[in-house]
């Protein structure tokens, strides 16, 4: 498990951005995140420069991406072994890769929970990666099955809860 720790923090530890001296983005600042509910194991990584980000209000869409882990590769407490944390951790970073290039994403974090990745970003409009999700999420080939919804959210309450911890 300690192996799964490491790599989930060192993947979560992106290159920063270079819009963050126009104050565009915060300064990334990520912190482990390490929980449980139900009784099963929660862990992710969350980007806690958010927590005081002041234009909010110029990124109000929640985009929640929920990743289906394959079955096989989830160990007893939920959460993936390490390959498969290698695999959606992959399927995460081309995600992420491909909806940068279609508009401004704020990328907040994402949390393993009982067989699934959960990744949050804020968008400045929700149409454009709306459009470009529809064409992937049936799409044959795809690495891991996943789907999404954006729900407008001018004051980020969606992910206000990972920010307290």
Do not use: C
């Amino acid at each position: 498990m300690a192996s799964f720790f490491s790599a989930l923090f060192n993947r979560s530890e992106k290159k920063a951005e270079p819009e963050t001296r126009s104050g565009l983005y915060p300064r990334d600042s990520f912190s482990l995140l390490q929980s449980e509910r139900d009784g099963r194991a929660v862990v992710g990584t969350i980007n806690k420069a958010y927590a005081t980000y002041d234009r909010k209000n110029q990124f109000p869409w929640l985009l929640h991406i929920e990743v289906k882990l394959e079955p096989a590769y989830v160990q007893e407490n939920g959460l993936p072994n390490d390959a498969e944390n290698e695999v959606a951790n992959d399927f995460e970073e081309y995600l992420m890769s491909e909806i940068k290039k279609r508009t401004t994403a704020h990328y907040i974090g994402h949390v393993f929970f009982d067989g699934y990745l959960d990744i949050y970003i804020y968008l400045p409009e929700p149409k454009v990666i709306h459009e470009y999700l529809q064409t992937q999420i049936n799409k044959e080939g795809l690495i891991r099955g996943f789907g999404y919804e954006i729900n407008e959210d001018p004051t980020w309450r969606g992910v206000e809860m990972f920010f307290d911890r």
